[in-house]
């Protein structure tokens, strides 16, 4: 068995799953899994062809909808049951290439979280309009400021991780969902002293499908987050009226 495996969630992407899952296959020794929220459209049909046809593919098919976290989560639970050692989130849609994959990768040698980032020097967004822009770069920016983290792009959704990192996360209480999940991953990683990453990639808006995105995703980042910066801030004043200050959570990102 590969010890890598990228997971894919699907809902509605027919026109896309098999141009990303052919250009995985092209330049990353990896399994893949495609976790279809039961697509109308035949999207998980044809994830069991192109399974049927390619060894390295897997499909994990949920009867039920309930968003990006919870296909990660039970993608997630897949992997570790077979024993991956290294579990990579990547979206269906073809904003995140493939070919960063193998860097992506590597970077676990030395950490326990690599996130693709498009905030960072060297890292580039294309054909997004202005209000995505402004959206994504003051999200970050506040989640920043909120938690007290370094990371310039908290959520995005092109990381990879090691087996044992998500372990330690504890993943059995996690329900964000969107953006949020990313955070929330992310921000349990930092606070469990877990080692943090960053490296620029390309990121392309997708041609085909409709974008995911919602008022409600971006409502509820912007609950939780706040919600998590409060509850860390009242941590470290109690820790330090005890004399024993918590870590910081800033310094275990690099770039």
């Known amino acids: 068995m590969n010890r890598s ?3 894919i969630p699907t809902y509605n992407e027919l026109d896309n799953l ?3 899952v052919n250009r995985t296959l092209a330049v990353a020794g990896v399994d893949i899994l495609v976790v279809d929220d039961s697509s109308p459209d035949g999207t998980g049909f044809l994830a069991e062809q192109l399974a049927a046809q390619h060894p390295q593919v897997h499909v994990f098919h949920r009867a039920v909808k309930d968003g990006l976290g919870g296909a990660y989560l ?5 992997a570790l049951a077979r024993g991956y050692e290294v579990i ?3 979206d269906a849609d073809g904003s995140h290439h493939p070919e960063d994959l193998p860097r992506l990768i ?4 030395d950490h326990d979280l690599a996130l693709g980032s498009r905030w960072v020097p060297g890292g580039v967004v294309e054909n997004w309009p202005a209000h995505r822009l402004a959206l994504s770069r003051g999200g970050n920016l506040y989640t920043r400021l909120a938690l007290g983290i370094g990371v310039a792009d908290a959520t995005g959704g ?3 991780f090691r087996s044992e990192a998500l372990r330690r996360i504890d993943l059995a209480d996690v329900a964000s969902q969107g953006y949020c999940f990313q955070v929330d991953l992310l921000w349990r990683a930092l606070q469990r ?3 943090v990453v960053e490296t620029p990639i390309v990121f392309t808006e997708r041609v085909s499908g409709e974008s995911k995105m919602s008022g409600g995703i971006v409502s509820e980042s912007l609950k939780k987050v706040t919600m998590w910066g409060v509850r860390r801030r009242l941590q470290e004043v109690r820790a330090l009226l005890h004399g024993h200050p918590l870590p910081s959570v800033r310094v275990l990102s690099t770039r």
């Open 18 to 20: 098999q141009p990303i």
């Open 88 to 90: 990579v989130e990547m």
């Open 193 to 195: 002293g877990l080692r």
């Open 74 to 78: 039970a993608g997630f639970a897949w």
């Open 106 to 109: 590597g970077l676990l040698d």
């Open 5 to 7: 495996l990228v997971v």
């Open 158 to 160: 092109f990381r990879a």
